[in-house]
């Protein structure tokens, strides 16, 4: 299962899941795989129907397991918007999100060092962010096939 991740991501995997102690496993593997293959914020049920191609046995409480070690280890981060499931996105430089209301689609917006510098200069005297969310919805004018 391994060799679905490239030699790069493999190795990312590796180095992530040993810092806590950890091993890789097929099951860790795939689901890291599943959101790197295909970058389009997937939820838990997303996942499992992903893995299941490969790991036909898998459970979505093994998929749950999964996701929470690659959050932990930095692999990937979960995105909440709305009330809706989370999802989890393996873009880890900061930027922001656009939810199409329209389509359910969500994009990553870039954040230059300029817009970072002005969103944590509203922070009050005495606050530090080690990390923020920032999330925006609405509609685009973008075609989608």
Request: proline share 3%; aromatic share 6%; glycine share 4%.
């Amino acid at each position: 299962m391994l060799s679905l991740l490239s030699t790069k991501d493999q190795k990312r995997l590796s180095s992530a899941l040993i810092q806590k102690g950890l091993r890789s496993t097929k099951q860790r593997a795939s689901v890291y795989h599943s959101i790197l293959d295909k970058q389009d914020h997937p939820t838990a049920d997303d996942i499992l129907i992903r893995v299941r191609r490969n790991l036909p046995t898998i459970s979505l409480a093994t998929v749950y397991n999964c996701l929470e070690t690659l959050v932990d280890c930095g692999l990937v981060r979960q995105v909440n918007l709305d009330r809706a499931s989370t999802r989890f996105c393996p873009n880890l430089a900061p930027h922001a999100h656009f939810k199409c209301s329209a389509t359910g689609k969500i994009f990553d917006l870039s954040l230059d060092e300029a817009s970072i510098k002005t969103l944590k200069s509203i922070l009050p005297s005495g606050f530090k962010a080690q990390n923020f969310e920032l999330s925006f919805s609405g509609s685009t004018n973008l075609s989608f096939n």
